[in-house]
């Protein structure tokens, strides 16, 4: 059973190198269950780690969504909005469109552009679904 201690021990495993391969796949498999933990340490993780924990919060896939939103609001680092936007961008659908807008229009030019990739990034998912799947196009290509 995965308790909070065992859950700290894998995200300081993190810093190890020799450890941290193993550690990350854990993290991602039970991602969902611990998502807010993994969230909350981003929000103070630095470097590698911080990369390593935006990599299996991404990897944990739709679930995450609304959290990561929910903590992109209340971020103020923005090396850690910038991850947070670049999850969205991975693991988000067009419910993530009107934030991600909302950014854009911030003022934060550095800020915006991760919002712009992020959408396109959502965007360019949905296209690639809607050019795969067997419904016809609304639109003549």
């Not at 059973?1 to 550690?23: F, H, K, S, W, Y």
Request: hydrophobic share 45%.
């Amino acid at each position: 059973m995965l308790n909070t201690l065992n859950v700290e021990q894998l995200i300081d495993d993190l810093d190890d190198p020799r450890r941290q391969g193993q550690a990350a796949r854990i993290l991602v498999q039970v991602g969902r269950f611990i998502l807010n933990d993994l969230i909350r340490e981003l929000s103070f993780a630095r470097g590698e780690r911080a990369v390593i924990l935006a990599a299996i919060i991404s990897q944990v896939g739709r679930p995450a969504e609304e959290d990561v939103l929910r903590a992109l609001n209340g971020m103020t680092d923005p090396a850690h909005q910038r991850l947070m936007i670049q999850i969205l961008g991975e693991v988000g659908d067009q419910r993530a469109i009107e934030p991600l807008r909302k950014i854009m229009e911030s003022g934060d030019q550095a800020l915006a552009d991760a919002a712009l990739d992020a959408s396109l990034s959502i965007a360019r998912r949905q296209l690639q679904s809607l050019l795969t799947s067997n419904r016809s196009l609304p639109f003549a290509c």
